[in-house]
T-cell receptor
Framework: GDSVTQMQGQVTLSEDDFLFINCTYSTTWYPTLFWYVQYPGEGPQLLLKVTTANNKGISRGFEATYDKRTTSFHLQKASVQESDSAVYYCVLGASGGSNAKLTFGKGTKLSVKS | DMKVTQMPRYLIKRMGENVLLECGQDMSHETMYWYRQDPGLGLQLIYISYDVDSNSEGDIPKGYRVSRKKREHFSLILDSAKTNQTSVYFC????????????FGKGTRLTVV
């Protein structure tokens, strides 16, 4: 079945540091890939989306590139701010479009210190 | 304004009581979801609804049932709540079956004592 792996459970950075969150996926389908962000007390919200057609997403200074060869979808940001502190989820879209099931990674909690 | 609304936001129930969590969306989305979120386990899918009266079990449906009688409303019911159902519950909706943006509500924090 489909799976998503986020190995980093927690990342702590200082403001202006470079952010890199690792994500790999496994699916037999042509994936749509997402990064969702969850701030304290809120539900997850879409950060960016990538398909096989556009293979790169950019939003709010964050960037993710879909690499079919390595089945990776890492999230990057050149310079983090304290307001970026949140939990980040790598998400694989539904396979085949028939069952609507998303596959969530376990999430990476980012803490940015000023 | 595109929104998923969950009521109530906080709820405390005694073990064995029935629990009703309500969810509404104003986007006419066909697909709606119920998830629970627990520390260390991330988001776990309880049920999916593809439209009115068209519901499907997710990964952890045991102990839960759902009802969708109108496209904009999706309810989660716990018959005889258990302490291990203490969690944060999220409702979500999407335009299609999982490859467009999924909109989440703010969650309901349920405590079963």
């Amino acid at each position: 079945g489909d799976s998503v792996t986020q190995m980093q459970g927690q990342v702590t950075l200082s403001e202006d540091d470079f952010l890199f969150i690792n994500c790999t996926y496994s699916t037999t389908w042509y994936p749509t890939l997402f990064w969702y962000v969850q701030y304290p007390g809120e539900g997850p919200q879409l950060l960016l989306k990538v398909t096989t057609a556009n293979n790169k997403g950019i939003s709010r200074g964050f960037e993710a590139t879909y690499d079919k060869r390595t089945t990776s979808f890492h999230l990057q940001k050149a310079s983090v701010q304290e307001s970026d502190s949140a939990v980040y989820y790598c998400v694989l879209g539904a396979s085949g479009g028939s069952n609507a099931k998303l596959t969530f990674g376990k999430g990476t909690k980012l803490s940015v210190k000023s | 304004d595109m929104k998923v609304t969950q009521m109530p936001r906080y709820l405390i129930k005694r073990m064995g009581e029935n629990v009703l969590l309500e969810c509404g969306q104003d986007m006419s989305h066909e697909t709606m979801y119920w998830y629970r979120q627990d520390p260390g386990l991330g988001l776990q899918l309880i049920y999916i609804s593809y439209d009115v009266d068209s519901n499907s079990e997710g990964d952890i449906p045991k102990g839960y049932r759902v009802s969708r009688k109108k496209r904009e409303h999706f309810s989660l019911i716990l018959d005889s709540a258990k302490t291990n159902q203490t969690s944060v519950y999220f409702c979500a909706s999407s335009l299609d079956r999982g490859n467009t943006e999924v909109f989440f509500g703010k969650g309901t924090r349920l405590t079963v004592v």
